[in-house]
């Protein structure tokens, strides 16, 4: 019998699927992406999810899915998924902290979302983050928050 692991939602992976390749991730996690910015995000939370199953460990695919989420006008699901999955597998990972500041400013909590950014751009450490962190301070999402009330 083949060894397994199990996934959060209590199915098991197949131990080969540990083997998977890194490019074929990383392909995958670029079609997630395109996924969401072609509209189908709940096509794109599949895509990350399902590469969050055979990485279990990594805090990438759940910045993913918390993009899909946040398409998908679920910001709660998206910060626990940041918060609580991402943030536990990596703690330093700066573009989690930036990606959870961009969800408390599409739900109006700007203070929160501006102390977090300002952190990140002190840090300065990857400048990835501290470039969207910069550009989020000048977004309100006003338009998102007035669509999400209809």
């Not at 490019?23 to 399902?50: K, N, S």
């Not at 990485?55 to 940041?82: F, H, V, W, Y």
């Not at 573009?95 to 959870?100: F, G, I, P, S």
Request: charge should be negative.
């Amino acid at each position: 019998m083949a060894k397994t692991s199990q996934h959060r939602y209590g199915c098991e992976i197949p131990e080969e699927f540990a083997d998977v390749r890194s490019e074929w991730l990383q392909l995958l996690m670029e079609v997630g992406y395109v996924a969401c910015g072609q509209g189908r995000p709940t096509q794109a939370a599949t895509i990350f999810d399902g590469i969050s199953a055979v990485r279990p460990k990594s805090e990438l695919p759940l910045i993913g899915l918390a993009m899909a989420q946040m398409n998908l006008g679920k910001l709660t699901a998206a910060c626990d998924t940041l918060v609580k999955r991402a943030k536990k597998l990596n703690p330093e990972n700066l573009l989690v902290d930036t990606m959870a500041a961009m969800v408390f400013r599409m739900s109006g909590a700007v203070d929160e979302s501006d102390a977090i950014l300002n952190a990140v751009i002190e840090d300065g450490s990857d400048d990835c983050a501290v470039e969207l962190a910069r550009h989020l301070k000048t977004e309100d999402f006003a338009y998102l928050r007035e669509r999400n009330r209809r």
